[in-house]
C-alpha cells in the first residue's frame, strides 16, 4: 500500500541554522501539507500546497519557512533560521482530491 | 479562530469493553477525520464523514457526523490492548478551498488487558 515517506526520522540542530526536511507523498496525490506537532499536544496546521504554489499557510508559517516541491516527487519545508521554539515533531501529509489526508510518520526536529 | 474539543482527554477501559469519544465545535465543518497516533508516529486515518448525518464504520469502529455539523463521535466496540493509542478528530470547515484541516486535542486511551 502506498505510503508518505519522510527524512530524516530525527534532526537535531543549533539554533540559527537551516534545516531542510523531506517529505516523498503517495505518487499520484495532488495535494501536499505540512503540520507540525508540539510534544505532547495537537497537530497543527502549517501550510497547504497544490498546483506548485502555497494555497493557504497559517500564522505559525512566516517568512523563515518555505517550501518546495524540487521536482515530481519531493516536497520540502525548509526553516531558515531555526529557533528553539521550533522542536517539534514535522508531519507532511498528502490527498488526492484534498479531503482524505495520508500522513507520514514524521521528522523529530530538536533545535539546541 | 475555529477549535475542536474533545472529550474525555484521557480514559482507562478494561479490553472487551466498548469506547465512546467525541468532538465539538462551535463551528460548522463540512469535513470530518479521525485519526489514531501511536507513541513516535504519524496519524493514521480511521474514518472519513462527509455529509451531516452519515454514519461510517471501519471494523470495530464507527462514526458519526453530527446533524448540527458542528460534532462528531468515534465508538470502538470490544476494545483490544491494541487500541492504546491517542485519537484526534480534524475538521475542515466550510469556505477552507484548500482542505486546510483543524485538529481537536485528542483523547489518549488506555486498554488495561
Known amino acids: 500500500e502506498p505510503e508518505v515517506t519522510q527524512t530524516p526520522s530525527h534532526q537535531v540542530t543549533q539554533m540559527g541554522q537551516e534545516v531542510i526536511l523531506r517529505c516523498v507523498p503517495i505518487s499520484n496525490h495532488l495535494y501536499f501539507y505540512w503540520y507540525r506537532q508540539i510534544l505532547g499536544q495537537k497537530v497543527e496546521f502549517l501550510v497547504s500546497?497544490?498546483?506548485?504554489?502555497?494555497?493557504?499557510k497559517s500564522e505559525i508559517f512566516d517568512d523563515q519557512f518555505s517550501v518546495e516541491r524540487p521536482d515530481g516527487s519531493n516536497f520540502t519545508l525548509k526553516i531558515r533560521s531555526t529557533k528553539l521554539e521550533d522542536s517539534a515533531m514535522y508531519f507532511c501529509?498528502?490527498?488526492?482530491?484534498?479531503?482524505?489526508?495520508?500522513f507520514g510518520p514524521g521528522t523529530r526536529l530538536t533545535v539546541l | 479562530g475555529q477549535q475542536l474539543n474533545q472529550s474525555p482527554q484521557s480514559m482507562f477501559i478494561q479490553e472487551g469493553e466498548d469506547v465512546s469519544m467525541n468532538c465539538t465545535s462551535s463551528s460548522i465543518f463540512n469535513t470530518w477525520l479521525w485519526y489514531k497516533q501511536d507513541p513516535g508516529e504519524g496519524p493514521v486515518l480511521l474514518i472519513a464523514l462527509y455529509k451531516a448525518g452519515e454514519l461510517t464504520s471501519n471494523g470495530r469502529l464507527t462514526a458519526q457526523f453530527g446533524i448540527t455539523r458542528k460534532d462528531s463521535f468515534l465508538n470502538i466496540s470490544a476494545s483490544i490492548p491494541s487500541d492504546v493509542g491517542i485519537y484526534f478528530c480534524?475538521?475542515?470547515?466550510?469556505?477552507?478551498?484548500?482542505?486546510?484541516?483543524?485538529f481537536g486535542t485528542g483523547t489518549r486511551l488506555k486498554v488495561l488487558a
Open positions: 500546497f497544490y498546483n506548485n504554489e502555497i494555497s493557504e
Open positions: 480534524a475538521g475542515q470547515f466550510d469556505g477552507s478551498g484548500t482542505y486546510k484541516y483543524i
Open positions: 501529509a498528502s490527498s488526492r482530491e484534498g479531503n482524505e489526508q495520508f
